[in-house]
């Protein structure tokens, strides 16, 4: 009976919400810049006293209250960008993320998943992966590859708001069911 109960819990342990993510393990890599902001720093962002009389700003706060996290991790290791990928794959084979969109150019490929939320308008994980970026520096560095993982109840209406007051890419804009 003891062992029947370990089993279960160690079976149940990968889905009791733990805040680690599959794609964690990019963040003490030295050649990867990461960008971690969680849930706290959301709430206390939509604390500073702000003008809510214009309408991008009230959409931010709305949006930012929303989000439990927001992870951002770049690399201008071509060996790591290939690991991102693989990593990137092996995630969406278990957490039922649709693709979305593919946006392929010159400059980069550029691919966004998402994970249903509670109606049309929202999404409760919206993923982007950007790789063969090509002649774009951040901090003198060049970059290779971006993954971005965003989850929350994100209305989609209002992501505009958050790629502008954030410095996130524009292309999450364009994002529609």
Avoid: C, W
């Avoid at 393990?25 to 959301?42: A, G, H, Y």
């Avoid at 919206?126 to 560095?141: C, E, P, T």
């Amino acid at each position: 009976m003891k062992k029947l109960l370990i089993i279960a819990v160690l079976t149940a342990l990968p889905f009791t919400g733990f805040s680690q993510s599959i794609f964690d393990k990019f963040e003490d890599l030295d050649n990867v810049s990461s960008v971690i902001v969680n849930k706290s720093m959301f709430n206390l962002l939509t604390k500073i006293d702000v003008d809510v009389d214009d309408k991008e700003t009230k959409d931010y706060i709305d949006i930012a209250k929303s989000i439990s996290s927001l992870k951002v991790f770049i690399t201008e290791d071509s060996k790591v960008g290939t690991d991102m990928l693989s990593t990137m794959k092996s995630y969406l084979k278990t957490a039922s993320l649709d693709e979305l969109m593919r946006v392929k150019d010159k400059d980069a490929n550029i691919k966004f998943y998402i994970k249903s939320g509670k109606d049309e308008d929202h999404v409760s994980e919206l993923l982007m992966f950007v790789s063969d970026i090509q002649n774009a520096k951040v901090d003198g560095r060049k970059v290779e590859t971006v993954l971005v993982s965003i989850t929350g109840d994100i209305d989609l209406n209002k992501i505009g708001s958050l790629t502008s007051k954030m410095g996130l890419p524009k292309e999450l804009n364009q994002i529609k069911k």
